[in-house]
């Protein structure tokens, strides 16, 4: 989704996309059935960093001077009296400070913590002259800076849960230019693991291979629909399924006590409690499912679609009805994704799943929806559409009197371009014409569309920009929107992700590939670069996005795909368009996640790309 619409217009367009896919085609793999889970060693809870607040003396803590760790005027503890105080000298400087530990194994949780505070003479504002790294073991965790000083100190906190059973050394390391001090401050180091002493849960995704069967009937503007779906799933970890949650996304916009999505008589499970703000629902089966083996609930559903032009809402006589029909959620080693609706981006995250979806609406309605759609005659005045689509993750529709054309991408895509009343003749037709050159373009560099036909509904009042789903994507009148909506296609919709955890996967991703497919090489976009925090990462989840949604589209989408630009930079035009056409192929109809991507990207190169992902912060 593009967040908001000026930007849509706008020279520099953000644009929406959605990489990922990482897992293998279609059913994540599983175990052998009958194969029982390796034994986990038992944790015991522990903090391994000895002296973290240096106030018992200097071991055993490797310092470069005697005068790092100190009790000097100058600086102030955060706890006790002393601390680690790194340069500071206003001259050509590095100071060290490292501490060897070693981590439980069996732990599921490590976390590193540390208390730092940064104050420095330097008045830049963009450049950074003077550097803290952090690291464990190789890996580096964090670059600080002149430009990140602040009053006081700020916790920084690192999950550093993988190297559970190593013994790895922490260290920090400050290095100064030739003039203007900069003093980097740390006390009450601190490594915490913790965890149960039982195995870590089975990380397969599940419930996987969904089919959904959908049959609803609508009033005569479309604003109502009601009817039966029904889920079939199996159940791929090894670890036994007792329970399912349905995601019922639009109950965000209604209240708990008028959901505008309904969901009574359940079959296959018995219906627990709305959670979330009444978006997921919670069904426990009938009996659990172990490895392999497959199960089917049922359900009446109810759909208010609410007044305004949104991917949820109808615009006087034209309705959209995007994340209307309930979805399964994903289930890993993390547990279950319950993650809330965000209007600043998206939430949504489910496996490829196949749709059959009939749809009885008066005739004077066209029905634009995701998939391959054939009408028939229904009752008196009214038309059925049978919509089929396999292996997507979501299935969206819009109803009213549109005006439609059609035509054929040259490598013989079937475009379908539906109009609200507002939007000309000309404007349409040109529309028609970006989106058979843009499917044919990201088709061309990441892998042949799969969805047969593509729908595109066009209301210029859409305060978002444009929206993606599988084969269908509402827009404006904007080339750039309608290019970028498409490329979702491929991320988020072929190559999938966990969009509120990850969201750079699916919107730099597309960004990046809009910016191909127009010609744009993204030259010297890097250097406009400025970070507002320390905190500010491409990679973090829309949580932190909608507690800072104006730095949203920015970053994510920005500096996101410079990023990518910068990386084929680096890699050459060449390899990078071979890594992510491979990359594409290797998570298609499955999901992808940021380490992954790194580690492609790293294969693909002899270059180490280590420094690369911290000066971009790539975190992952």
């Known amino acids: 989704m593009r967040p908001t619409p000026l930007k849509a217009l706008a020279a520099r367009v953000l644009t929406v996309a959605a990489l990922a896919a990482v897992s293998l085609p279609g059913t994540p793999a599983a175990a052998s059935p009958g194969t029982a889970p390796a034994a986990a060693a038992a944790c015991t809870p522990a903090q391994v960093v000895t002296n973290g607040g240096f106030e018992s003396g200097t071991s055993p803590w490797t310092q470069s001077s005697t ?67 952090a690291k464990i073991g190789s890996t580096t965790l964090a670059t600080y800076s002149n430009l990140n000083k602040a009053s006081g100190y700020v916790q920084k906190t690192f999950d550093v849960s993988s190297f559970a059973g190593q013994t790895v050394t922490v260290a920090f390391t400050g290095t100064e230019d030739s003039s203007l001090q900069t003093s980097f401050v740390l006390d009450d180091i601190a490594l915490n693991t913790s965890g149960g002493t039982t195995p870590p849960a089975d990380s397969t995704r599940t419930p996987a291979a969904p089919g959904y069967t ?22 791929a970890s090894s670890t036994s399924l007792s329970e399912v949650y349905l995601r019922l996304w639009d109950n965000y916009h209604g209240t708990c006590s008028a959901m505008p999505i309904t969901v009574s008589n359940v079959s296959g499970g018995t219906a627990g409690s709305l959670s979330v703000a009444c978006t997921a629902l919670q069904i426990s089966l009938s009996s659990p499912l172990a490895q392999g083996q497959s199960a089917t609930i049922g359900f009446d559903l109810g759909i208010t679609v609410p007044s305004g032009a949104d991917r949820f809402g109808y615009d006087g006589a034209f309705v959209n009805i995007g994340n209307a029909l309930p979805v399964l959620a994903v289930k890993d080693g993390a547990g279950w994704h ?12 489910s496996l490829a799943a196949d749709f059959k979806v009939t749809l009885d609406h008066p005739t004077s309605l066209l029905v634009p929806a995701t998939g391959t759609s054939v009408d028939t005659a ?7 559409t049978t919509a089929t689509a396999s292996k997507v993750r979501d299935f969206a529709w819009a109803a009213g009197p549109f005006t439609k054309i059609s035509g054929t991408s040259t490598a013989g895509t079937a475009i379908n371009i539906y ?11 040109s529309m028609l014409s970006t989106a058979k050159s843009a499917v044919d373009a990201h088709a061309a560099r990441f892998g042949a569309y799969p969805y047969g036909e593509l729908d595109a509904v066009i209301d210029n009042n859409y305060w978002f920009g444009g929206m993606e789903y599988p084969g269908f994507v509402l827009d404006l009148v904007s080339t750039t929107a309608l290019t970028h909506e498409i490329g979702h296609q491929w991320f988020y919709g072929i190559v999938g992700d966990d969009e509120y955890n990850s969201p750079w996967l699916d919107e730099a991703f597309t960004d990046y590939a809009t910016d191909l497919a127009q010609g744009k090489t993204g030259t010297s976009c890097w250097s406009s670069v400025s970070w507002a925090s320390s905190a500010e990462n491409i990679t973090n989840s829309m949580a932190y996005w909608d507690a800072h949604s104006s730095r949203y589209s920015t970053v994510v989408y920005g500096y996101g795909k410079c990023a990518l630009h910068d990386l084929r930079r680096v890699l050459g035009d060449t390899v990078m368009a071979n890594l992510l056409k491979s990359y594409a192929g290797s998570h298609w109809y499955g999901v992808s996640t940021t380490a992954e991507f790194k580690a492609a990207a790293q294969a693909a190169t002899t270059t180490d790309l280590t420094s690369f992902w911290t000066t971009h912060r790539i975190v992952g």
């Open 67 to 133: 005068s790092v760790i100190t009790s000097r005027t100058g600086q102030s503890a955060h706890g006790g009296t002393s601390f680690a105080w790194l340069d500071g000298t206003g001259g050509t400087h590095t100071d060290t400070l490292s501490q060897s530990v070693t981590i439980p194994s069996g732990c599921s949780s490590a976390s590193l913590t540390f208390w730092l505070h940064i104050d420095t003479a330097e008045t830049t504002s963009s450049t950074a002259y003077d550097k803290l790294t």
């Open 214 to 235: 959908v049959s609803l009937t609508s009033n005569t503007s479309g604003t109502s629909w009601s009817g039966h779906e029904s889920v079939t799933f199996t159940n």
């Open 419 to 429: 109009s609200v009343s507002g939007i000309s003749s000309s404007d349409a037709q």
């Open 338 to 349: 319950l993650d809330p609706y965000t209007n600043n981006g998206e939430s949504f995250y």
């Open 378 to 384: 229904g009752s008196s005045g009214r038309t059925v």
